[in-house]
């Protein structure tokens, strides 16, 4: 039986792993963390993603972890709400099918429907990669160092495998000028079915219902930070508290200082993954490890397309051959997501209070086909 190491347990790598184990391979998944991750930020699952899933017969299980928004509200300074955007459940924006649901939630479903069919080892990670012709040798950071037919990273922006195999991030990862804090607020929504969003020039503070709780989001234009850190929680916070602290509408001097006392809070730098070539001899990257292309929310719906092509490919062919087609049928769709990336900024966090306005009308032209008066910032 043909073994692969596949290091990462959070949304392509369990996928990769259930796809995998189905067409005769061994998994073994690695991760990092000493468990499930607790991040709740809501993802989408869409488009060729959800007929994975529709296949492995999870989407039961997805739509009942499913946050169950169904409308965005823009809210001015003064906390005056616009009228109701609706999106049809079960719906995207554009009108599609896709369920919406946390990321950790989603995780652990992809994780339990491979359960019994992988070895899933936590609390360790990859610390150095040998290959030759015939396997590659792991040694790990805590665990005996072990051999397999092959490695594949799907170990997110901050990719071990990447690093190991391909090099230091300084030559593929490029910051995009945005940054991303979420963190749960532990309250009933205000709003329980509609996402809230409060602008002002480059910020945003966005609430949003999650199955009777709410979370609080923070997305800001702001300059690269030499020596960025995204474990350095004290970083995290000083960068947060001096983004926004001019900010005095709404709730957001309260969700601030909220979100500066937790320890649960996630905090990242939104950038873009680019790499010529997402394999190494017996090596290949999956997921935001490959291409960190999608901002917020279709990253898991990528990552998943993503294992379900790999798996397929590895599947019929020698591994050459394999990480090859991979990467042509899978870099469609992830270059096409790149080249949406600004629009989608441009949407989330106009740098103008015009522009603001603009977007605030556009999108009710967008999902209701008539023109109304909006909050402003």
């Given at each position: 039986m043909r073994t692969v190491l596949i290091c990462g347990a959070g949304v392509a790598g369990p996928t990769l792993a259930y796809w995998l184990a189905r067409a005769g391979f061994r998994p073994t998944v690695v991760e990092r963390a000493n468990g499930q991750r607790s991040s709740g930020s809501p993802v989408d699952v869409r488009g060729p993603a959800l007929s994975v899933v529709e296949e492995m017969g999870l989407v039961d299980d997805l739509r009942a972890a499913a946050t169950h928004a169904t409308g965005i509200r823009f809210v001015?300074?003064?906390?005056?709400?616009?009228?109701?955007?609706?999106?049809?459940?079960g719906h995207s924006?554009?009108?599609?099918?896709?369920?919406?649901?946390?990321?950790?939630?989603?995780?652990?479903?992809?994780?339990?429907?491979?359960?019994?069919?992988?070895?899933?080892?936590y609390d360790d990670t990859i610390a150095r990669l040998d290959q030759d012709p015939g396997?590659?040798?792991?040694?790990?950071?805590?665990?005996?160092?072990?051999?397999?037919?092959?490695?594949?990273?799907?170990?997110?922006?901050?990719?071990?495998?990447?690093?190991?195999?391909?090099?230091?991030?300084?030559?593929?990862?490029?910051?995009?000028g945005i940054y991303v804090a979420t963190t749960p607020l532990g309250e009933p929504p205000e709003q329980p079915h509609d996402v809230l969003l409060h602008n002002t020039p480059d910020r945003l503070v966005a609430m949003h219902p999650v199955r009777g709780d709410v979370?609080?989001?923070?997305?800001?234009?702001?300059?690269?930070?030499?020596?960025?850190?995204?474990?350095?929680?004290?970083?995290?916070?000083?960068?947060?508290a001096e983004a926004y602290a001019g900010e005095h509408g709404w709730r957001v001097p309260e969700l601030l200082t909220r979100a500066l006392r937790v320890d649960d809070l996630y905090f990242d730098a939104v950038s873009k993954v680019a790499l010529p070539s997402w394999s190494a001899?017996?090596?290949?990257?999956?997921?935001?490890?490959?291409?960190?292309?999608?901002?917020?929310?279709?990253?898991?719906?990528?990552?998943?397309?993503?294992?379900?092509?790999?798996?397929?490919?590895v599947a019929e062919g020698d591994h050459v051959t394999a990480f090859r087609r991979y990467e042509v049928e899978h870099r469609r769709r992830t270059d096409a997501r790149a080249r949406g990336a600004g629009l989608v900024a441009a949407m989330l966090i106009p740098k103008t209070r015009a522009g603001i306005l603009a977007r605030n009308a556009a999108a009710r032209l967008l999902l209701t086909g008539r023109p109304s008066r909006t909050a402003g910032p």
């Open positions: 001015d300074s003064a906390g005056r709400l616009s009228r109701r955007i609706s999106m049809p459940a924006t554009a009108g599609t099918r896709e369920i919406e649901l946390p990321r950790a939630d989603l995780a652990r479903i992809l994780c339990a429907a491979v359960r019994d069919d992988a070895d899933f080892v396997g590659v040798d792991v040694c790990f950071e805590r665990g005996p160092a072990r051999r397999f037919d092959l490695v594949v990273g799907a170990d997110g922006l901050h990719s071990t495998t990447r690093r190991l195999a391909f090099g230091s991030d300084r030559e593929f990862v490029r910051h995009l979370g609080v989001a923070f997305i800001f234009r702001y300059r690269a930070v030499a020596g960025f850190d995204h474990r350095d929680l004290a970083q995290h916070r000083r960068i947060l001899g017996r090596v290949v990257l999956l997921g935001d490890a490959a291409a960190s292309v999608s901002l917020f929310g279709d990253g898991s719906s990528l990552a998943i397309a993503g294992a379900h092509t790999l798996a397929a490919a």
